[in-house]
Nanobody, 124 residues
Framework: VQLEESGGGLVQAEGSLRLSCVVS????????MGWFRQAPGLEREFVAH????????YAADSEKGRFTISRDNAKNTVYLQVNSLKPEDTAVYYC??????????????????WGQGTQVTVSS
C-alpha cells in the first residue's frame, strides 16, 4: 500500500492550500483516512479524519472552519483544504490510512499506512 501526498508549499498567511493524497495498492473505499501534521520539535498531531462512508472528525471544533477533509473514492484520493493559513500551521503534513477500527481516529498509533509527508510553510 502506498500513500503519496502533494500540494504543499510556501504560502503567505491568510492564504489557502489543498493537499492531496493518492492511495494505491489496495481498495481505497475500504479505508478510513486521516491527516496529521508535525512541526519541528513537536509531536505529530491529529488534524482530521474521514471514514469510508464520508463521516468526518476534526481535531477541534475551532479548526473545523479552516480545515476541510474530503475524499473521492473514484480517484483513490483524500484531500485536506486549509484556509486562512497561519504561521503556526507550518509543518509537514502526513496522510494516513487504516482499516476498519473502533480505536480513536485521533491517535496516530491506530493507522496502518503512512505517506512521506508534504511540507507546508506559512510566512507572516
Amino acid at each position: 500500500v502506498q500513500l503519496e501526498e502533494s500540494g504543499g508549499g510556501l504560502v503567505q498567511a491568510e492564504g489557502s492550500l489543498r493537499l492531496s493524497c493518492v492511495v494505491s495498492g489496495t481498495t481505497f473505499g475500504l479505508l478510513d483516512m486521516g491527516w496529521f501534521r508535525q512541526a519541528p520539535g513537536l509531536e505529530r498531531e491529529f488534524v482530521a479524519h474521514v471514514t469510508r462512508s464520508g463521516s468526518t472528525i476534526y481535531a477541534a471544533d475551532s479548526e473545523k472552519g479552516r480545515f476541510t477533509i474530503s475524499r473521492d473514492n473514484a480517484k483513490n484520493t483524500v484531500y485536506l483544504q486549509v484556509n486562512s493559513l497561519k504561521p503556526e500551521d507550518t509543518a509537514v503534513y502526513y496522510c494516513a490510512a487504516r482499516h476498519l477500527s473502533v480505536r480513536p481516529a485521533s491517535s496516530s498509533l491506530t493507522y496502518d499506512y503512512w505517506g512521506q509527508g508534504t511540507q507546508v510553510t506559512v510566512s507572516s
